[in-house]
């Protein structure tokens, strides 16, 4: 934008030249890999095309089945139910641990490596892991204690199955968050806190009027992350559930990959890919617009 | 002179680039100046056998070098390099869906005069004939190995508690009450794995349902609603003989649970064998066709073929291919696969059995055979996770629910192909 100010015309500066040869190869890739593949996808979107082989153009119909097909009304239903739970529930929990984190306590930087774990393993290999847990383990923990909700496995009813992906689904997000969080504590300067503890601020109050606007541009930023993260949900669908049972769990990322790579779908999964696109670059544009209003700057 | 350079450093960019986005063609000749065939099969299970052939193909070939692939989730790499356009010259594939999308995409070649051909039991080609969407002129696969679905159980067990083979379905449930009384759980399912669920589908459909049902469908002539009834009204009584909440288990627990002792019998198809006694080597395990219909007379065995060779349409060297494929057909190397994997020969001739197949060998034998009716299902459709739903379903009018269902989903699933398929009897009249 800076450039623009300059007067038309003037040759370019050996400082601009140096940013135009950083910027111009990063464009190109970023061309290449996002924007080609996105006017690709709306183009096969327009065809039956099903990945291989002879096709036809079939106009806007992919577009038009997109909002009367069941399934991906469906899966639009449960990811937005999941990308809610888990946003709130993740942004919730890690908040906390990283207000517990930043006290002095003992063997704090310990503790914060172990709580990052989840973050470094895969999500498959999680995924798999949890899924003998809630198969095998917490149903014989049900059999042996008598509670009678634990008996049966969580991943075979269509009530509890996206209870047990979001709780996976969490366990792996919170460290991310947390992480974040704690950096962000660690930008409030400890004037602030003394001078409201000699205006007699403490406990709620503290937090609420001093700790949290002060941290308000982290929230955003884990607030939009989380969000994106859990709408893309693919990788604990894909070990846990497979989108079962009764695809009660399929996921608009999951639906995409199944139908149009393993189904013969993929004209039109590559249409729903276009439309999840524009409606996760609406949302994020959404919550950082709302959310940076409220951002308070020292 | 700044002008010029800086168009060459862009220009530079983006030729690299380019050159990175359409790497990956390449010519099929390797150093030696042999011909290397690539063969990409969709049977992981199947990998030692494969690689076994492979290199005793390269000991003996001094002209061709085969390259065997075996990856895990074939199917979607597959398609993920046609995608791609990087093709391999012969692809080992099943004869279900995909076989019938890649013909009516026009990706394989017609291989109608190769040799081989005559020693294929009729059968297994004419299963493949069902499988166009329109009729079409011409051989397009080369049927190698069928597999055969129905029931598998604990042949120890059955001698021990002297029970009988059914076949009715009566006789059946019956005997599911007689394993029950003993204290032994008589079946096991897997129906975590969706894909399971069909299993007992097919095996019982078989016998139920015409096996041109999707053409007389797509046709204009037939309603699934008032074939699968039955159909699914019987698998649903299965699970009456299950173990609590099969859908929290998956095939390879299924498989795991059977290979243990823990159900008698298990509804599945001959290729969980491995599987099977890869967990127990020593169990003795036979099969019997499913009993679905009350007149022993009418079964049949649920039989398709599981692995079959096709040539892709742009392959350069047909005739080597076609020396893969003699080499694969040889006696000896049917043979050596079919000890490994308990399959069923397409070829004909004399060939030894898995003693797993005792059971079924009349029926193999005698051609009493019918195709897997989920080879005509489109797999995005998800019929299995349909049923899945429809078993989970307890409300009572579940079973209206699902068949309504099926009918609406089907049209919305195969809108083209059935313009297709009343276009072409259009233009027959």
Same mark, same amino acid.
């Given at each position: 934008m800076e450039k623009s100010k300059k007067k038309a015309r003037e040759p370019w500066s050996q400082n601009d030249k140096i940013f135009l040869g950083i910027l111009i190869p990063v464009l190109l890739l970023f061309f290449c890999f996002n924007t080609l593949p996105l006017i690709k996808g709306f183009y096969y979107g327009l065809t039956n095309f099903r990945g291989y082989g002879s096709y036809d153009f079939v106009g806007l119909r992919n577009f038009i089945d997109l909002f009367s097909d069941v399934r991906v009304g469906k899966s639009y239903l449960f990811t937005f139910k999941y990308a809610i739970v888990m946003t709130i529930l993740v942004n919730l929990i890690s908040l906390i641990l990283a207000l517990g984190l930043n006290r002095?306590?003992?063997g704090k930087n310990a503790l914060r490596g172990i709580y990052f774990v989840p973050n470094i393993l895969g999500g498959l290999v999680v995924g798999y892991i949890f899924s003998f847990v809630f198969t095998y383990i917490l149903p014989a923990v049900g059999d042996m204690t008598g509670i009678g909700f634990l008996?049966? +496995?969580?991943?075979?009813s269509t009530k509890t199955a996206w209870i047990a992906i979001v709780i996976v689904g969490a366990w792996q997000g919170i460290a991310m968050n947390t992480i974040i969080y704690i950096s962000g504590l660690q930008t409030v300067p400890e004037e602030v806190y003394e001078a409201c503890m000699l205006d007699g601020a403490s406990g709620w109050k503290k937090f609420s009027k001093i700790t949290f606007p002060l941290i308000m541009p982290f929230f955003t930023i884990n607030l939009v992350l989380c969000m994106k993260n859990a709408l893309m949900v693919f990788d604990q669908i894909m070990s846990l559930t497979k989108g079962g049972? +009764?695809? +009660?769990?399929?996921s608009i990322s999951y639906l995409i990959y199944k139908n149009g790579m393993d189904g013969g779908q993929f004209g039109f999964q590559s249409a729903n890919a276009f439309v999840f696109f524009i409606v996760i670059v609406v949302i994020s544009f959404l919550q950082m617009k709302f959310l940076g209003g409220k951002e308070e700057q020292l | 002179m700044t002008k010029k350079r800086r168009c060459t450093a862009i220009f530079l960019v983006v030729a690299t680039t380019m050159s990175l986005l359409f790497s *990956?063609? #390449?010519?099929?000749?390797n150093k030696d100046g042999k011909v290397v065939i690539e063969l990409v099969q969709?049977?992981?299970?199947a990998v030692d056998v494969f690689e076994a052939l492979e290199e005793k193909f390269n000991a003996t070939h001094d002209d061709i070098e085969l390259v065997i692939d075996s990856p895990n989730d074939a199917m979607t790499i597959l398609k993920t390099r046609f995608i791609r356009e990087?093709?391999?010259?012969?692809i080992g594939i099943g004869g279900d869906i995909n076989y019938s999308n890649f013909l009516d995409a026009e990706m394989? @070649?017609? /291989? #109608?005069?190769?040799?081989?051909? #005559?020693?294929?039991?009729e059968n297994y080609l004419s299963t493949n004939k069902d499988l166009e969407y329109v009729p079409m002129d011409g051989v397009y696969a080369v049927p190698y190995m069928a597999n055969a679905a129905g029931i598998l159980y604990n042949r120890d067990m059955f001698e021990e508690h002297n029970w009988s083979i059914p076949t009715t379905w009566d006789e059946f449930l019956q005997l599911c009450e007689d394993i029950e009384a003993e204290g032994i759980q008589p079946l096991y399912f *897997?129906?975590?794995?969706?894909?399971?669920?069909?299993a007992p589908w097919n095996a019982i459909a078989v016998n139920l349902c015409p096996s041109d049902i999707a053409y007389q469908v797509n046709s204009g002539n037939a309603k699934f609603s008032d074939v699968y009834e039955e159909v699914a009204v019987k698998e649903r009584v299965l699970l009456d003989y299950?173990?609590?909440?099969? /859908?929290?288990?998956?095939y390879n627990d299924a498989c795991t649970a059977f290979a243990r002792g823990e159900s008698a019998m298990y509804v599945i198809g001959s290729y969980a064998i491995s599987q099977i006694k890869s967990v127990n080597p020593d169990m003795n395990i036979d099969s019997f066709v499913f009993?679905?219909? %009350? %007149?022993?007379?009418?079964n049949i065995l649920n039989s398709g073929n599981d692995l079959m060779f096709c040539i892709m349409e742009?392959?350069?060297y047909k005739e080597e291919a076609y020396e893969v494929l003699r080499f694969l057909l040889e006696d000896e190397n049917v043979q050596f696969y079919l000890d490994d994997q308990s399959a069923v020969p397409c070829k004909k001739g004399d060939f030894t059995l898995a003693s797993e197949l005792d059971g079924m060998n009349d029926y193999i034998v005698n051609g009493i055979v019918a195709d897997y009716q989920?080879?005509?299902?489109? #797999?995005? @459709?998800s019929v299995d996770a349909m049923i899945q739903t429809y078993l989970l379903d307890n409300s009572s009018n579940a079973l209206d629910t699902f068949l309504a269902r099926f009918d609406k989903e089907w049209e919305r699933y195969n809108r083209d192909i059935i313009a297709k398929v009343q276009e072409y009897q259009e233009k027959e009249e």
């Amino acid at each position: 934008m800076e450039k623009s100010k300059k007067k038309a015309r003037e040759p370019w500066s050996q400082n601009d030249k140096i940013f135009l040869g950083i910027l111009i190869p990063v464009l190109l890739l970023f061309f290449c890999f996002n924007t080609l593949p996105l006017i690709k996808g709306f183009y096969y979107g327009l065809t039956n095309f099903r990945g291989y082989g002879s096709y036809d153009f079939v106009g806007l119909r992919n577009f038009i089945d997109l909002f009367s097909d069941v399934r991906v009304g469906k899966s639009y239903l449960f990811t937005f139910k999941y990308a809610i739970v888990m946003t709130i529930l993740v942004n919730l929990i890690s908040l906390i641990l990283a207000l517990g984190l930043n006290r002095n306590i003992k063997g704090k930087n310990a503790l914060r490596g172990i709580y990052f774990v989840p973050n470094i393993l895969g999500g498959l290999v999680v995924g798999y892991i949890f899924s003998f847990v809630f198969t095998y383990i917490l149903p014989a923990v049900g059999d042996m204690t008598g509670i009678g909700f634990l008996q049966n +496995s969580m991943l075979a009813s269509t009530k509890t199955a996206w209870i047990a992906i979001v709780i996976v689904g969490a366990w792996q997000g919170i460290a991310m968050n947390t992480i974040i969080y704690i950096s962000g504590l660690q930008t409030v300067p400890e004037e602030v806190y003394e001078a409201c503890m000699l205006d007699g601020a403490s406990g709620w109050k503290k937090f609420s009027k001093i700790t949290f606007p002060l941290i308000m541009p982290f929230f955003t930023i884990n607030l939009v992350l989380c969000m994106k993260n859990a709408l893309m949900v693919f990788d604990q669908i894909m070990s846990l559930t497979k989108g079962g049972p +009764s695809q +009660s769990t399929e996921s608009i990322s999951y639906l995409i990959y199944k139908n149009g790579m393993d189904g013969g779908q993929f004209g039109f999964q590559s249409a729903n890919a276009f439309v999840f696109f524009i409606v996760i670059v609406v949302i994020s544009f959404l919550q950082m617009k709302f959310l940076g209003g409220k951002e308070e700057q020292l | 002179m700044t002008k010029k350079r800086r168009c060459t450093a862009i220009f530079l960019v983006v030729a690299t680039t380019m050159s990175l986005l359409f790497s *990956g063609c #390449s010519n099929k000749k390797n150093k030696d100046g042999k011909v290397v065939i690539e063969l990409v099969q969709y049977k992981p299970e199947a990998v030692d056998v494969f690689e076994a052939l492979e290199e005793k193909f390269n000991a003996t070939h001094d002209d061709i070098e085969l390259v065997i692939d075996s990856p895990n989730d074939a199917m979607t790499i597959l398609k993920t390099r046609f995608i791609r356009e990087d093709n391999p010259d012969i692809i080992g594939i099943g004869g279900d869906i995909n076989y019938s999308n890649f013909l009516d995409a026009e990706m394989l @070649m017609d /291989v #109608s005069d190769f040799d081989g051909l #005559s020693d294929i039991k009729e059968n297994y080609l004419s299963t493949n004939k069902d499988l166009e969407y329109v009729p079409m002129d011409g051989v397009y696969a080369v049927p190698y190995m069928a597999n055969a679905a129905g029931i598998l159980y604990n042949r120890d067990m059955f001698e021990e508690h002297n029970w009988s083979i059914p076949t009715t379905w009566d006789e059946f449930l019956q005997l599911c009450e007689d394993i029950e009384a003993e204290g032994i759980q008589p079946l096991y399912f *897997g129906f975590k794995d969706t894909w399971t669920c069909l299993a007992p589908w097919n095996a019982i459909a078989v016998n139920l349902c015409p096996s041109d049902i999707a053409y007389q469908v797509n046709s204009g002539n037939a309603k699934f609603s008032d074939v699968y009834e039955e159909v699914a009204v019987k698998e649903r009584v299965l699970l009456d003989y299950a173990q609590p909440n099969p /859908v929290a288990y998956g095939y390879n627990d299924a498989c795991t649970a059977f290979a243990r002792g823990e159900s008698a019998m298990y509804v599945i198809g001959s290729y969980a064998i491995s599987q099977i006694k890869s967990v127990n080597p020593d169990m003795n395990i036979d099969s019997f066709v499913f009993p679905a219909s %009350n %007149n022993a007379d009418e079964n049949i065995l649920n039989s398709g073929n599981d692995l079959m060779f096709c040539i892709m349409e742009d392959c350069e060297y047909k005739e080597e291919a076609y020396e893969v494929l003699r080499f694969l057909l040889e006696d000896e190397n049917v043979q050596f696969y079919l000890d490994d994997q308990s399959a069923v020969p397409c070829k004909k001739g004399d060939f030894t059995l898995a003693s797993e197949l005792d059971g079924m060998n009349d029926y193999i034998v005698n051609g009493i055979v019918a195709d897997y009716q989920d080879h005509h299902y489109p #797999s995005e @459709m998800s019929v299995d996770a349909m049923i899945q739903t429809y078993l989970l379903d307890n409300s009572s009018n579940a079973l209206d629910t699902f068949l309504a269902r099926f009918d609406k989903e089907w049209e919305r699933y195969n809108r083209d192909i059935i313009a297709k398929v009343q276009e072409y009897q259009e233009k027959e009249e």
